[in-house]
C-alpha cells in the first residue's frame, strides 16, 4: 500500500496562481506612491494571507512549490523581469529590487551557516561590507576584470572570516554569537580608523564594467530607455539563481544531512563519525563566500562604500528576515527579504519607527509562527523521485 | 579466543566519584552481553568511555587488538562500534531516511564536488542506501517503511527506538552498544523489539551486542552472558541464572540483608 499521497503529484495550478498575485501585488506596491494607498495594501496583504491560511489555501500553494519547485522556480525568474520591465525606467524602484535581490543572496548564506549547521553568525553584515570594500579597492587601482571582483569579494570575506574559526569552533550558541558580535565591532573601528580605507568617510566604488559595456550608463533600445539600474538588476539575478541553486543542492545532499545532524545534536553526530571541525568550516566559510560575493556586487551598485553602512544594525536585519522566512527554507528568505527591505522603505512615515515595527513583528511571528512565514519541509533529495 | 572488546583497569572518575574503577571486562566476537547493575552503577559511563565520549582516566579499551582508548567517537565508529543512547537521541525534525542515513556516514560520499555537481551519481548512492535502509526498517516494521519521508517527531517512542537501532545497524558495524533500548517502552513492545534484534543478529551471524538493560526478562532471554557492576567495579560474571543467585548481586540490587 504505497499511500495515494506519495505517488501523485501536487497541481501545479495553485503556486502558479499565487506567484502571478504576489507579482501583481508586488508591482502595485512598488508603484504606488500616496501613503494612505500603501498602508492600505499592506493591510489587504496581511488580511489576504490570513484569511487564505483560514480557509487552508496555503497548503496547496506550498505544496505545489514542493512537486513543481523548477517550473515555479523558472516563473519566478520571469515574474521577476516582469517587474523590472514594468519598472524600466525608474531608478528608485530598481535599486530597491537589486537591493531586495543582493539581501537575499547574503542571507542564503547565513542560511548555510545558521539555518543548517547552526553556526551564529551577528556579523553578517560585516562580510557584506568586506565585499563592498573589495570591489571599491580593486575597481580604483587593479585592472581585474569586475566579473572576477564578485568572487574574490566572496573569497576575501571568507578568508577574513576564517580568523574567527577557531572561537567558533571552540565556543557553541551564545558564546559563538558573541565571538562573531565582537568581530563587527572590531572591523568597524578598523575601518574608521583606517585612512587607506577611506576612514570614517567611506570610499568611491566605481560601477561595474564587462567587456567595455558599462553598467553606469542608461540604456536605449530604439525609443525605450532602460534605467542603468537594469544591467544590474539582471547581474544580480544571476548570482541570486546560481546562489538559490547551490544552496538548494547543498541541502539535497549527503552534506544538507550532515550539516543538520550537527546543529541538531553534535554528540550523536559525532558518534557516527561526523567531522564537527570540518563541516562548520565547510558551512561558515561557504555561507561568507556568498555574502561576500552579494557585498561586491552591491558596493558597485550603490557607487559607495562606508563602515556606517555595515553595522551591527544591518547584521541584525539580516539575521531577521531568516528568522521572519522560515529557518532553511530559501523561499521563505525570497518572500522575507521582499518584506523586510520593501515596506519600510515604501513606507516613508515609519522610518523612524523601524526598528520598533520590526521588534513587534518578530515577537508576534515568534508567539504566533516559531517556524517563520514558509517553515521548511522535510529533505526530498530528488524531488521527481518516487520509492 | 581473543576478545572482540576488551577493556583494562579501565577508570573514569568525575570529581571524587569513581564512576568505573579499574574495570576489567571483555567480549568474545557473537557474543551477547548483558551489562546490568544498579542505577549509577557506571553502565552507561562505560559505553561512554568505550565510545569515546569521554575519556578515560586510566586504563586501556581495545578492540580488535587495536587500542581505541581515549581515541574520538568518530575514529570509533569508523573502526566498527556503533551506539543507541538511553535517551533517544534522534534528530526530530529529520525524516526516518535522514536520521537513519546519519548512522551511515561512512558508507556515504562526503566530497562537496560530489554532492553538488555529480546530481546522477548522487541520485544512485541515495538510490541504493534507500533501498538498504527500508530493508532494515522492514526487518522492524514495515509499516514504517512505507513512511521513510515522514518526520521522526511524530513517531511513537517505539518506532523511534527501532529508528535508532536501525540508525547504528546501517553501518555494518561488529559492536553494538545498545543503551536500555526498553526504556519508556511497554513490556509487549519490549519483546517485540527483542524479537527483532534477535532476527537481526540471526541473519548476520558476526554482530557482537552489549546490552545495558533493567528488564531481567530481556536479559535473560537474549544474553549469553552478563557482567554485574555496581560503584563502577564488575561484582560478579556469567550465565544469567548464575549471576542472580550470586549472593553479591542480590545485596547490590536490594541492599545488605
Redesign the interface.
Known sequence: MQGARQQSRAPLLPGATALALATAYLIALLAVEKQSFIIGLLLVAIVAVLAANWLGWLAPVSRSFIDHEDTLGGLTILAAFAVAAFFHDNHFVLLLVVTVLLYTVATLGLNIQFGYAGVLNFAGASFFGIGAYTSSVLNAHTAVPHLLVLPIGGLLAASIGSLLLLPVLRTRGHYAALVTIAFALLLRTFLEVNDVLGGPQGMQVKGMKILGWSFNDNIEIGKIALSFYMSYFVMSMVLLVGAFILVRRLERSWIGLNLDSLRLDETAAGCFGLDIARWKITAFLLGNFLIGTAGALFGMVGGFVAPNNYTFAESLILGSILLLGGIGNPWGLVVATIVVVVVPEKLQTIQEYRFLLYVLVFIAMLLSRPEGLLPRPVRRYFPGWRP | MTPLLEARGLTKKFGGVMALDHLDLAIAPQEILGLIGPNGSGKTTFFNVA?G?YGADEGRVTFDGADVTNA???AI??AGI??T?QRS???????IF?NI???N??R???G?WF??MR?SD??RE??AS?RAA?ALVEVFEPQLA?R????VAGLPMIDRRRIEIC?ALI?RPRLLLLDEPSAGMTHDETNELMDDILQVRDANKDLTIIIVEHEMGVIERITDRCVVLNFGRKIAEGPYRQVAADRHVQEAYLGVA
Open positions: 565510545t565520549i574520538t567517537p568518530q565508529y569508523h556503533s551506539r543512547f537521541r534522534l534528530s526530530l525534525p529529520l525524516s535522514d542515513m546519519i548512522g556516514h561512512k556515504l560520499t562526503q562537496l554532492n553538488l546530481r548522487l541520485e541515495f538510490e534507500y527500508r512505507e521513510m519521508f515522514e518526520p540508525r553501518g
